[in-house]
T-cell receptor, first 115, second 113 residues
Framework: AQTVTQSQPEMSVQEAETVTLSCTYD???????LFWYKQPPSRQMILVIR??????QNATENRFSVNFQKAAKSFSLKISDSQLGDTAMYFC????????????FGGGTRLMVKP | KAGVTQTPRYLIKTRGQQVTLSCSPI?????VSWYQQTPGQGLQFLFE???????NKGNFPGRFSGRQFSNSRSEMNVSTLELGDSALYLC????????????FGPGTRLTVL
């Protein structure tokens, strides 16, 4: 069984600054995918960024980037130039390859971006 | 492209009743997954349907069931409702592969009294 742990229940950051959200996971799988999903107060969950475990290069999407450390089973999310619209719950999620669409989520980190 | 839609958005039931929630995936998506979100347990996977077949199942009692129709629309049913079933139920659709992004609906907020 896989587990995903987000050790920071809440975080805050000033607008325009950088913040890093932590995520660790436990699995015996070698091939898998990791995701960060964002759930704003409106509740619609949206994908922020995705990482394939077999790729050593860290994924980036505009202001969002990850630090993927496969040996350490760590997958942190860095948000640069934070904006008020980044205020949301952020969930780290894991899925083994060939496991259909059965995501395992972490407990979430509530991020508040302050003006 | 229209997004994932879920109906109803809000529902109030009493203990012992049963409830059916509906999810319409993005056109062309064959996989629909259901998740339960509660403050205490977080986001938990219920089940996934792919081409009308249950492909994966989470660790929930048999009171939770689902099905998928030929047009990929999915329903989940909860029988003999308990207070602990109060939650936000999210469905997500995707192309069906593990690397695919899952597109989530707005959820159905179920309150059991």
């Amino acid at each position: 069984a896989q587990t995903v742990t987000q050790s920071q229940p809440e975080m805050s950051v000033q607008e325009a600054e950088t913040v890093t959200l932590s995520c660790t996971y436990d699995t015996s799988e070698n091939n898998y995918y990791l995701f960060w999903y964002k759930q704003p107060p409106s509740r619609q969950m949206i994908l922020v960024i995705r990482q394939e475990a077999y790729k050593q290069q860290n994924a980036t999407e505009n202001r969002f980037s990850v630090n993927f450390q496969k040996a350490a089973k760590s997958f942190s999310l860095k948000i640069s130039d934070s904006q008020l619209g980044d205020t949301a719950m952020y969930f780290c999620a894991f899925i083994p390859n060939n496991a259909g669409n059965m995501l395992t989520f972490g407990g979430g980190t509530r991020l508040m971006v302050k003006p | 492209k229209a997004g994932v839609t879920q109906t109803p958005r809000y529902l109030i039931k009493t203990r012992g009743q049963q409830v059916t929630l509906s999810c319409s995936p993005i056109s062309g998506h064959r996989s629909v997954s259901w998740y339960q979100q509660t403050p205490g347990q977080g986001l938990q996977f219920l089940f996934e349907y792919f081409s009308e077949t249950q492909r994966n199942k989470g660790n929930f009692p048999g009171r939770f069931s689902g099905r998928q129709f030929s047009n990929s629309r999915s329903e989940m049913n909860v029988s003999t409702l308990e207070l602990g079933d109060s939650a936000l139920y999210l469905c997500a659709s995707s192309g069906g592969f593990s690397y695919n992004e899952q597109f989530f609906g707005p959820g159905t907020r179920l309150t059991v009294l």
